[in-house]
């Protein structure tokens, strides 16, 4: 039973962030786009993922809401969250320029805030995965 309110919180969580990044992209998608196309790493990428980036944070913010696609929802999570904290590190550590392009309140964050932000986030979806997977597996494979 704790795993069940647990798992529900950091949907919640996890939902909400992504629903909330897809939002503040899409409300101020011309500057979002502007911006993804100064970051010397994905300049000729820049116009597919303004469009496609927001779209999959919808997809992953929703997929939460349903039980038989929590799991797919975690490991997505996982995967955007640190594909993002791949890339302010790299930004960080190898880019004469950094633009920002997050939206809302996470653009009031450093970078370095903004790692530990997503770091977070990503412990959570780890920790989501596991008790998704323990949650399924029968009760006699569960040593207590």
Known sequence: MKHVIAIKIICTLLAFLFAYAAVSKLLDYNTFRVQLSQSPFITGFANVIALALPV?????????AFSNLRLYAFYAALFLLSLFTAYLVAMLNFSYYIPCSCGG???ALSWKEHIVFN??????????????VMEKLPKKYIVS
């Not at 999959?56 to 939460?64: D, G, K, P, W």
């Not at 770091?119 to 998704?132: A, D, P």
């Open 56 to 64: 999959v944070e919808l997809t992953v913010a929703v997929s939460f």
């Open 105 to 107: 309140l996470l653009s």
């Open 119 to 132: 770091t977070v986030f990503i412990v959570l979806s780890l920790t989501g995965i596991w008790l998704s």
